[in-house]
């Protein structure tokens, strides 16, 4: 596998379930991050992690939930999820530091339906 | 805050029209700007950037140019194929920071 991999690529869940969305990166980056993209808007930063630590938590409501285990992997573990939570999860990630203008790298999303 | 603006879509043209697609921001300072192209059932894929004012950012035939006067960053193709058909996204980063400002995109057809 190369670039960044997402799993499960469609989910429907109900509103009372649990469920997690999983992304791996093998371009020994260090930093990953969560987006949501919902039809006409523009798509929305969830969270980022740098060397594993959480720096950015863009008032996500906490029935989100991320989990970043080590560089390669990041989770979304989702529960008591609202019908307005459907779209499409994307993960990135990238290089990150001072200086310099790091590109970020998408994963294809996880298309997420809640019923 | 910092904002992207793009045109509305869907942009319906004919194979070898001539494209473009606006883009404007607002943003404290001089930020890096990029273009990112979504191909169906695909995530992002950086398209192409500039990095200040001025700068030309150029990849696959697509251009778009650093403009500090009319905070812009348009993209243009002279000949557009059916295979360029996908969703377009104007975002702008600072330097040493990597979080990116998206606009809403632009969704661009090309038929045969």
């Known amino acids: 596998e190369t670039g960044v991999t997402q799993t499960p690529r469609h989910l429907v869940m109900g509103m009372t379930n649990k469920k997690s969305l999983k992304c791996e990166q093998h371009?020994?980056?260090?930093?990953m991050y969560w987006y949501k993209q919902s039809a006409k808007k523009p798509l929305e930063l969830m969270f980022v992690y740098s060397l594993e630590e959480r720096v950015e938590n863009n008032s996500v409501p906490s029935r989100f939930s991320p989990e970043c285990p080590n560089s390669s992997h990041l989770f979304l573990h989702l529960h008591t999820l609202q019908p307005e939570d459907s779209a499409l999860y994307l993960c990135?990630?990238?290089?990150?530091?001072?200086?310099?203008?790091?590109?970020?790298?998408f994963g294809p999303g996880t298309r997420l339906t809640v019923t | 805050g910092n904002s992207v603006t793009q045109m509305e879509g869907p942009v319906t043209l004919s194979e070898e029209a001539f494209l473009t697609i606006n883009c404007t921001y607002t943003?404290?300072?001089?930020?890096?700007l990029f273009w990112y192209v979504q191909y169906p059932g695909e995530g992002l894929q950086l398209l192409l950037k500039?990095?200040?004012?001025?700068d030309k950012g150029s990849n696959k035939g697509f251009e778009a140019t650093y403009r500090k006067e009319t905070t812009s960053f348009h993209l243009e193709k002279g000949s557009v194929q059916v295979s360029d058909s996908a969703v377009y996204f104007c975002a702008l980063r600072f330097s040493g920071y990597s979080t990116l400002t998206f606009g809403k995109g632009t969704m661009l057809l090309v038929s045969p």
């Open positions: 943003a404290t300072g001089y930020p890096s």
């Open positions: 371009l020994g980056h260090n930093a």
């Open positions: 500039a990095t200040k004012a001025d």
């Open positions: 990135a990630s990238s290089q990150a530091g001072t200086g310099g203008t790091y590109e970020q790298y």
